[in-house]
């Protein structure tokens, strides 16, 4: 089993990097492979509603995005980790996050994820929201822990001053894997995922 931990920070090594470590730091005591995955910190465009996606089952825009949705197929879980800016996560995130899962929900569908968010002092729980959000369209196991999943710090090295933070993101490794594995015994005895139907509806009149 694989879990798939993407830094959406502008920053390789940062806060978030912090965050993110802490996870995987218990993934892997429960013998969970991960890989890491920076979206880098070059500009990137925002869905432009094209629908060539739809066609091709790709975004136009050969970046992170595409990358992201590819990665996606052969993981089974996923951590989305975030600074804070102005109460929101980062917009080169949100940016990836909405083309990828626009153009390739199919790699995500019902795989657990979950939302790693720092911040200098506030903002976390609406970040998380809007993160969230992506999972719950996707039919995905929303993976929570023992508190909110964020941490406080300007600096890597102020994260690791926060102890009860660095516990939520370890109980939240533990919590991943054990869903994880929960999901992999129901494949193994005939459970499989629920077919969903597909209505949609404009209520605009």
Partial sequence: ?????????????GCTAAALAEVERALHEEGIETERFFIGNKPLPDCIACGKCRETGRCVFEDA????????????GFVFGSPVYYAHPSARLLAVMDRAFYSGGRNFMFKP??????????????????????????????????????????????????????????????????????????????????????IKTNFAR
């Avoid at 089993?1 to 090594?13: P, Q």
């Avoid at 595409?66 to 197929?73: D, G, R, T, V, Y």
């Fill in 1 to 13: 089993m694989k879990v798939l931990l993407v830094n959406g920070s502008s920053r390789e090594a």
């Fill in 65 to 76: 995005a595409n990358i992201l949705s590819e990665k996606a197929a052969s993981c089974d």
């Fill in 113 to 198: 994820a979950a939302a790693v968010l720092s911040a200098r002092r506030a903002g976390q729980p609406a970040s998380m929201d809007v993160i969230n959000k992506h999972f719950s369209i996707c039919s995905m196991p929303i993976v929570s822990s023992t508190y909110w999943n964020h941490v406080f710090g300007n600096t890597p090295e102020e994260v690791q001053q926060d102890k009860e933070g660095l516990m939520t993101m370890y109980n939240l490794g533990k919590n991943m894997a054990w869903l994880l594995r929960c999901i992999e015994l129901g494949k193994e005895n005939g459970i499989p995922a629920p077919h969903n139907e597909k």
